[in-house]
């Protein structure tokens, strides 16, 4: 089967963690048998608005300009999408926002993949009903990847054939890594404030045996670091800036504990399920993670409230007292392997996961 798959964020360059789990999701495809071909805006678009990670955050910054660069960003992508959709089976869209609207001229069936950017930017614009009963009335299948953003999508239209269906990984890559930890706490994020970075360098005021190792940039980084210098942890806070893969396995393996301090916005945006938090318990290394979006069903992390850096604190220090078996924390996302999130999402597409009429492109 030929499958299209459409995506504002897409890997760049080898070790670009932008869309790397859109990228995995396409290898798990062609291991199934299938021809896939990218639609990437992130290459084709480059610097439009939703070309890339950050997109949601840009678009609220910018206000009203940004809602006119995101309607021609939109437009842009679904010429391009119209015109190599012709010899598809199947479009499957990452965010329902801009990649599955642009899908909607196709002639082909589309799989809609919601991840929670997109989720809560329709629902703060007022358009999350009407852009689910467009889909709905295209005929398009809707997956989200955590029961919160399925519970907000139907609080704002029906969606009763759509599922649950978290993002996968190499779940062996992960637990292959080994352990060898320090006393370190890890943060994997971009640095942008719904993923509550300020509250991790908080609450490392009360864990005084460890350190904090930050991975990842963006426009927070300056006042995160100013915090650090201001509560005087700066000389036990590293910010390791972007990393690439081999380098997230490194520290994954080194990491004590993994945070994941996500918040809810003012105006009500959350996550979904960040992958480092999937990515970790795979290691084999505990997760405290804020009690939200899809974090807060996420089975085998600790969950605390959010914006508490006293709550975290007091999870992370149990944990460097007693960590949990590595071995429990890896059975509790075996079931996230990609071959078997792939198959599931196509079948979800009604589409056989078999099928291997084409041979799989490079």
């Known amino acids: 089967m030929k499958i299209g798959v459409v995506t504002t964020s897409y890997p760049r360059h080898d070790g670009d963690a932008a869309g790397n789990f859109v990228a995995a999701h396409v290898g798990a495809m062609r291991a199934l048998g299938h021809e896939v071909t990218v639609i990437a805006a992130a290459h084709e678009l480059p610097g439009t608005l939703l070309a890339g990670a950050g997109g949601p955050d840009e678009l609220e910054r910018r206000g009203l300009r940004g809602l006119v660069e995101?309607?021609?960003?939109?437009?842009?992508?679904?010429?391009?999408?119209?015109?190599?959709?012709?010899?598809?089976?199947?479009?499957?869209?990452?965010?329902?926002?801009?990649?599955?609207?642009?899908?909607?001229?196709?002639?082909?069936?589309?799989?809609?993949?919601?991840?929670?950017?997109?989720?809560?930017?329709?629902?703060?614009?007022?358009?999350?009903?009407?852009?689910?009963?467009?889909?709905?009335?295209?005929?398009?299948?809707?997956?989200?990847?955590?029961?919160?953003?399925?519970?907000i999508a139907v609080a704002a239209a029906p969606v009763p054939d759509a599922i649950v269906?978290?993002?996968?990984?190499?779940?062996?890559?992960?637990?292959?890594?080994?352990?060898?930890?320090?006393?370190?706490?890890?943060?994997?994020?971009?640095?942008?404030?719904?993923?509550?970075?300020?509250v991790a360098i908080a609450a490392l005021a009360h864990v005084p045996t460890a350190r904090l190792v930050i991975a990842g940039d963006g426009p927070e980084r300056a006042s995160l670091e100013g915090l650090a210098r201001r509560l005087r942890l700066a000389d036990r806070v590293t910010f390791a800036g972007t990393v690439d893969a081999r380098r997230r396995d490194q520290l994954l393996r080194e990491a004590a504990v993994v945070v994941v301090p996500s918040r809810v916005l003012a105006?009500?945006?959350?996550?979904?399920?960040?992958?480092?938090?999937?990515?970790?318990?795979?290691?084999?290394?505990?997760?405290?993670?804020?009690?939200?979006?899809?974090?807060?069903?996420?089975?085998?992390?600790?969950?605390?409230?959010?914006?508490?850096?006293?709550?975290?604190?007091?999870?992370?220090?149990?944990?460097?007292?007693?960590?949990?078996?590595?071995?429990?924390?890896?059975?509790?996302?075996?079931?996230?392997?990609?071959?078997?999130?792939?198959?599931?999402?196509?079948?979800?597409?009604?589409?056989?996961?078999?099928?291997?009429?084409?041979?799989?492109?490079?």
Do not use: Y
């Open 70 to 151: 995101a309607a021609q960003t939109t437009a842009r992508l679904t010429a391009l999408v119209t015109r190599r959709a012709r010899d598809c089976d199947l479009l499957v869209a990452h965010w329902l926002a801009p990649s599955a609207i642009a899908a909607l001229p196709s002639r082909v069936p589309v799989l809609a993949i919601a991840h929670g950017g997109d989720v809560h930017t329709l629902r703060r614009l007022h358009l999350l009903g009407p852009v689910l009963r467009l889909l709905r009335a295209r005929g398009v299948r809707i997956a989200f990847v955590s029961p919160e953003l399925r519970d």
């Open 165 to 198: 269906q978290p993002m996968g990984l190499d779940v062996a890559h992960f637990a292959a890594l080994g352990r060898a930890p320090k006393q370190e706490i890890l943060v994997a994020a971009r640095l942008v404030p719904i993923k509550g970075v300020d």
């Open 267 to 362: 105006n009500g945006r959350t996550e979904g399920t960040p992958m480092i938090a999937l990515e970790a318990l795979a290691t084999g290394v505990p997760v405290v993670a804020s009690a939200v979006g899809g974090l807060a069903s996420l089975h085998g992390a600790v969950r605390v409230r959010p914006d508490d850096p006293r709550a975290l604190s007091t999870a992370v220090d149990r944990i460097l007292t007693l960590p949990p078996p590595a071995q429990e924390l890896r059975s509790s996302v075996r079931h996230l392997a990609w071959t078997h999130v792939a198959a599931h999402l196509l079948a979800h597409a009604g589409c056989a996961t078999g099928d291997t009429r084409s041979s799989p492109s490079a």
